[in-house]
């Protein structure tokens, strides 16, 4: 008989390809902004995870690992008995997808389970070093997160074989979706897979200008050289061979992982001193990646046909080889032997090219599997940079002349590298976190003050802020700005420390309208001191509490007697602990929220829409698309232009919390056209006068022209929105001064 369902012929089912963005590839994916919530979570919007972490005993956890990492299974049979080196390199190419310019990427959530990332060709292999560990994650369950699990794991491997660790902080919260918007750039799967390098367009596409010449860079935000890779092709830029050209790709690379010279030296030849390089078999005779194998594989990926399929038949990234004598122990081997002698280019068994000792008498290092089996020393070319470049030299032989010097370089940079995304420390959980003082990169805070503000306090200095007479714009355009900088994907930025007030930040021109502002609160903070009796008030503070009174004030104006929460504790810090390169990254090119679109946006990014740079930032401030439909039009009714222009501020009753630029946006009686053909500003007209009545930016239109925003347009501004509105909009105020307040907000995750 016939399916239930009707019709026997089942052709397709839902979400398979074509759907929407088949037919509609150029449409913003506002949907994107509702991934990776609870409903996805099997631990439910009231796990916490740090309650969790703190029933595990941190030793007991680490001497597990360490015993798991001797004890080999025969499904994948350990080199030279140790599982250590491969567990290194997944836990660096865990942390090695962060970059700087977004702060996305990184292991804190271990999205290299999830595809794309977990079957790049970079990441071949360490499917099988995330499976080895799965009895220590089912043994100790959701009390250990598989991004905790990794990166610990690398600090365990490294103990084990003698190098002391900076210590490991807890904390990281897995995803349990695949990331499907971040952009990597264009692809090219598998760099042996194209036949000459003619043929790796794309990596040009990444690129700015040729290796080698000025000006020569890497697009933003991308951080490697190419998609698919964790940093640079091994053997040099397309394969070339080039060493000098790969010192390039390194530097620019490894800086966009916020990685200094010494650092990326110290990485590169600390991670060396351990394990091999895999080039049995040609790539071509490699089965797919995970995310493309049979059902039955279960998973794993790369499924290698000859002989076992593993140990000394391992295929990986096609390079064969060990740089040391001693694969399994940290020494200062890697970079004597890179120094000690001359090394010329030749091939492994599965075609890759590769760097070998011209001295025969080179030391030798033991094969990992076969007993009695010597080979000789290997070298990639994006080792051999380290040896040609100037600078990387430098560092090398100051390395070499000291190995404690170089022993604490690695160990500092490789905390670096598995924490840099994990944002203030008041994240970091576990009994080995206060051994690491406070670095530069955590962007530290101070600790805060003993005293805390009470609510006389909190009513008193609103009085004091609204009678200073600074514009209910002003105040909200200043909180707002200095919450601005907070991107979730790497917990930078924020209200909180006060930066706003520090270089870099208030010499951006996006931040010009908060100088005299800040200079007015100051006088609020040094009158509250004068006469509170030794209590005082952050700056930090006092920022967003002005921002919370004029919205308090504009909430007034519009009818609505609705009060802001405000919850104290910031903090200031101070110049010394702000750093001001790091800090640039923070910079925005665009800023819809304040209707700011650099004039470097042209330039920097030709082909980007600002309404995408816009949904960008709004995911990076883990917005919902209501959240920001609503942030956004309560902005422009307060007057919140970077500029003070009337541009998208749609309402005659600038600082009163109305819905008016949303009813204004979706009236039918406008016709919108653009300025010029840059299509940056429109201009809406009354078509039977011509008379121009509105401006307004593509920040400001795509409310009303994208259809998932334009219908929660139509739910706040029709007759029953003004209350709805003025309550989301304070929700998500607050929400947004709240973003950074690890320090009460601990480890929570939804909301
Ligand atoms: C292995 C490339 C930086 C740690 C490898 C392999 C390649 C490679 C091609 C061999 C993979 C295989 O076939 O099994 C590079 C490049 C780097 C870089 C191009 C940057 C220029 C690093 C860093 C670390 C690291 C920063 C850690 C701090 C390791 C370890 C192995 C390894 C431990 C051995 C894995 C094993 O024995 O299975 N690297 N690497 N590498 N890499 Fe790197």
């Known amino acids: ?436 003082d406070d670095l530069l990169w955590q962007d530290p805070l101070p600790d805060a003050a003993g005293y805390s503000l009470d609510e006389a306090d909190v009513a008193a200095l609103k009085e004091a802020v609204l009678a200073t007479g600074l514009s209910v714009s002003d105040l909200v355009y200043t909180a707002f700005s200095a919450a601005s900088t907070y991107r979730d994907s790497d917990k930078r930025g924020g209200a909180n420390g006060a930066r706003l007030a520090l270089s870099p930040q208030k010499d951006w021109a996006v931040n010009r309208r908060t100088v005299p502002v800040i200079d007015a609160l100051r006088n609020v903070q040094a009158a509250f001191t004068a006469t509170s009796g030794g209590r005082e008030v952050s700056l930090a503070d006092l920022i967003v509490l002005a921002g919370s009174a004029a919205v308090e004030q504009a909430a007034r104006a519009a009818g609505s007697d609705a009060s802001v929460p405000f919850t104290p504790g910031r903090v200031d810090t101070t110049q010394e602990l702000t750093d001001i390169e790091m800090f640039e990254w923070l910079r925005p090119i665009a800023d819809g929220f304040r209707n700011f679109v650099s004039e470097r946006f042209e330039e920097f990014a030709p082909g980007v829409a600002p309404e995408a740079a816009f949904l960008d930032k709004a995911n990076l401030f883990t917005l919902t698309a209501p959240e920001w439909t609503v942030l956004h039009a309560g902005l422009r009714v307060l007057g919140s232009n970077w500029d003070g222009s009337d541009v998208g501020v749609l309402t005659d009753h600038v600082g009163a919390l109305t819905t008016d630029f949303l009813v204004n946006l979706t009236d039918t009686d406008l016709i919108w056209t653009k300025d010029d053909e840059t299509a940056m500003t429109f201009t809406g007209r009354v078509p039977a006068t011509g008379e121009a009545r509105w401006r307004a930016s593509r920040n400001d239109l795509v409310f009303g022209s994208n259809a998932q925003l334009r219908s929660i347009a139509d739910a706040y501004a029709g007759s029953d929105g003004q209350e709805r509105f003025v309550r989301a909009f304070i929700r998500v105020w607050s929400k947004v001064m709240m973003l950074d307040r690890y320090d009460v907000n601990g480890h929570k995750r939804y909301g």
């Open 1 to 436: 008989g016939a399916l239930p369902a009707g019709g026997d012929h089942l052709g397709g089912t839902f979400g398979q390809s074509p759907t929407l963005d088949s037919w509609y590839p150029q449409r913003l994916r506002v949907e994107l902004l509702h991934r990776n919530g609870v409903d996805a979570d099997p631990l439910g919007a009231d796990f916490d995870y740090a309650a969790a972490f703190a029933t595990i005993d941190l030793m007991t956890l680490k001497s597990d690992i360490k015993r798991l990492l001797t004890t080999s299974v025969d499904w994948w049979p350990a080199d030279y008995g140790n599982y250590g080196p491969q567990m290194i390199r997944m836990a660096w190419h865990a942390a090695g997808t962060y970059r700087i310019a977004d702060g996305r990427g990184g292991a804190g959530t271990a999205m290299q389970r999830f595809a794309p990332i977990g079957s790049w060709w970079d990441n071949g292999n360490t499917d099988k070093s995330r499976r080895l560990l799965q009895p220590i994650k089912h043994q100790y369950g959701n009390a250990l997160s598989w991004a905790d699990l990794m990166v610990l794991t690398g600090n365990c491997s490294l103990e084990l074989m003698g190098l002391p660790t900076y210590g490991f902080g807890g904390g990281r919260l897995d995803a349990w979706e695949p990331d499907d918007g971040t952009w990597w750039g264009p692809e090219v799967w598998n760099p042996h897979a194209v036949a000459s390098p003619d043929e790796m367009v794309s990596r040009d596409e990444r690129w700015h200008g040729q290796n080698g010449d000025a000006g020569y860079d890497l697009q933003s935000p991308l951080a490697a050289s190419h998609q698919a890779l964790i940093y640079v092709n091994p053997e040099g830029p397309y394969s070339n061979g080039d060493p000098l050209g790969s010192a390039r790709d390194i530097r620019i690379t490894f800086t966009r992982m916020a990685m200094n010279d010494e650092e990326t030296v110290a990485l590169i030849a600390g991670g060396h001193a351990f394990g091999k390089s895999h080039g049995q078999v040609p790539a071509s005779d490699i089965g797919p990646s995970p995310e493309k194998a049979p059902i039955e594989s279960m998973g794993l990926g790369w499924h290698n046909p000859v002989g076992t399929g593993s140990a000394e038949h391992t295929s990986t990234n096609g390079i064969e080889g060990s740089w040391t004598p001693n694969p399994t122990q940290w020494d200062n081997t890697y970079l004597e032997n890179l120094f000690a002698y001359d090394y010329e280019q030749t091939k492994s068994p599965a075609g890759a090219l590769q760097w070998t000792p011209t001295d025969s008498e080179a030391p030798k290092t033991p094969d990992a599997h076969v007993p009695g089996q010597m080979n000789p020393l290997m070298m990639m070319t994006s080792d051999i940079a380290l040896k040609v470049d100037p600078e990387y030299r430098a560092i090398c032989e100051r390395f070499l002349a000291d190995f404690d010097l170089f022993t604490l370089a690695f160990s500092k940079a490789w905390y670096k590298l598995t924490h840099r995304d994990m944002g203030p420390k008041h994240r970091y959980l576990g009994p080995e976190v206060t051994i690491a």
